[in-house]
C-alpha cells in the first residue's frame, strides 16, 4: 500500500487479507490445535476481524435494498401527516 492510498483501496487491502490469508490459514491452525491441546472442540474465532468490512457490508446492503425497492413517489415515502 503507498501512503497516499484511499480509504477504500486499505478497506479491500484488509478485506482480501482476512478472506484471503487469514481465514484460509485459520483451518489448518485450528486443525492441529485441536489435536496438540486434547480439544476437539476449541475453535479459532476471526468474527472480530471480520468488523472493518463491516461498513463495507452495509453499504452494499443499503444499494441492494434501494434497487429492490419498488417505485415510490416520494410523497409516498413520506407522507404528510
Partial sequence: MQSGSSSSALREAQRILFHGTLQPLARPIESELRIKLEQPALTVDLSALSAMDTQGKARALKRAELRLA???SVSER???N
Fill in 78 to 80: 413520506f407522507p404528510a
Fill in 70 to 72: 419498488p417505485r415510490m
